[in-house]
């Protein structure tokens, strides 16, 4: 094999025949936020070629789940992010869910399933239904509020720590801590070095609460040990799957209910149709937000093996960016893709991925988003927009930094 050249930690490859070369940056801050390149990116090709990155892009919908639904061709042992783990060491030891590949990603992930399953969800539901309800009268009787820190942030951190089991959960710590795995998934940029410098100290504090003693003894963290004890899997990849429901569970939850907040008040007709059905149609909403904002905006795969995918050849150690919001919006799959309309049949986005690493907490995310959605339908009659939301940049994760809203009682 020849010399490698390395580029944020992966292969530089070339350009393949018939692929653009595009120096755009999907990774500055303006185009994590306002991410109006999509329809460039779409319209250029099934692939381009990011020149700044020497790496792969696609946002059209066929591609795109083409390439994430393969686990076999487009593995994620190598990073999901921009650094390829097969050249450069990881920030930290490796996700024992999200960055391996089957066989060993099917053990591990039977036993997440079955501790997130649907039945599992459901037995949640109830609490869910009455923070939700608490934290919609507080936020009401207030009138304004800042929703991402109000009502965003405050709903995650209160349920999930405690579904998992933590005992001393810590809002702040919690959603830094999410904002640091995604910020980590991108190139060498500020954004990355800053979450690399904070994670000194949030590291140590999330692993801290990852072990057996930590964590209640009823709660989903405990039942990973008890598979643990079954020999289903060692003591230490329990708490490793601990490690990851904190990666995962919170900013992504967090995101999910501020961007349908910013969809809901910046759609009323779309928030009055929820109204009149706050109970069968919370869940719509929520799906139908997860479509058009897209919290998790973009993963990457590395490809294993030279192949082709619509007609372009892509080698061994492509580093392809997948970018699920672009997909989500594509016009060659959705009517009217810019249009928020929660009566449509939003199934089939790729916000929660596809494939065997399709998202393993999505029982719990829709349980989440429903609540709080529910609980705000049945008791909020306008929600209104008091100063410009601003969105925060994240290398892979599209959710608000701030939103000022005034909530009017039904
Ligand atoms: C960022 C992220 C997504 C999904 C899973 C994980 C992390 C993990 O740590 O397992």
Redesign the pocket.
């Known amino acids: 094999m020849g010399a490698v050249e390395l580029v944020h930690g992966h292969k530089r490859i070339e350009p393949p025949d018939g692929v653009p070369s595009w120096d755009v940056d999907p990774y500055s801050a303006g185009n994590l936020t306002d991410r109006t390149y999509f329809d460039a990116l779409r319209s250029k090709g099934p692939f381009v070629y990011l020149s700044r990155y020497g790496m792969l892009a696609c946002g059209r919908y066929d591609v795109t789940r083409e390439v994430f639904s393969d686990h076999v061709r487009f593995v994620s042992s190598r990073g999901?992010g921009v650094s390829d783990f097969g050249l450069e060491e990881p920030w930290r030891p490796?996700?024992?869910?999200?960055?391996v590949d089957p066989p060993y990603h099917t053990r591990t992930r039977r036993v997440i399933m079955r501790a997130l399953s649907p039945k599992v969800a459901r037995e949640l539901r109830d609490a869910f239904k009455a923070d939700a309800e608490r934290l919609i009268d507080a936020v009401v009787a207030k009138g304004e509020i800042e929703a991402v820190t109000d009502i965003a942030e405050a709903f995650p951190t209160k349920v999930f720590p405690e579904a998992v089991g933590i005992k001393d959960p810590d809002a702040k710590m919690l959603v830094e801590f999410?904002s640091i795995?995604?910020n980590?998934?991108g190139p060498e940029n500020e954004l990355r070095n800053r979450a690399m410098a904070r994670n000194k100290v949030v590291m140590p504090w999330i692993l801290e609460r990852c072990s057996r003693e930590r964590l209640t003894p009823d709660g989903i963290g405990a039942s990973f040990f008890e598979a643990a004890d079954a020999g289903e899997i060692t003591e230490h990849e329990a708490g490793?799957?601990v490690?990851?429901?904190?990666?995962?569970g919170v900013?992504?939850t967090v995101t999910g209910i501020g961007n349908a907040l910013w969809c809901l008040a910046n759609n009323p007709q779309e928030y009055e149709k929820l109204k009149a059905d706050p109970e069968g149609l919370a869940l719509p909403a929520f799906e139908e937000t997860l479509r058009y904002t897209s919290p998790?905006q973009a993963?990457c795969r590395t490809a294993a093996v030279d192949t082709e995918v619509a007609g372009i050849r892509i080698e061994e150690g492509s580093k392809i960016l997948c970018v699920l919001g672009a997909a989500n919006m594509d016009p060659d799959h959705w009517e009217a893709p810019e249009k928020f309309d929660i009566s449509r049949q939003a199934a089939g986005h790729l916000a929660l991925g596809v494939g065997v690493?399709v998202?393993?907490?999505q029982n719990i995310a829709r349980a989440e988003g429903r609540a709080v959605l529910r609980a705000l339908a049945e008791r909020v009659d306008r929600i209104e927009l008091t100063g410009e939301p601003t969105w925060r940049p994240n290398n892979?994760i599209h959710g608000l930094d701030r939103m000022p809203l005034r909530l009017v009682p039904r």
């Open positions: 999901v490796p996700s024992i869910i999200l960055e999410g795995v995604f980590a998934i490793m799957l490690r990851s429901l904190l990666s995962a900013d992504t998790v993963f690493h998202c393993v907490g892979a």
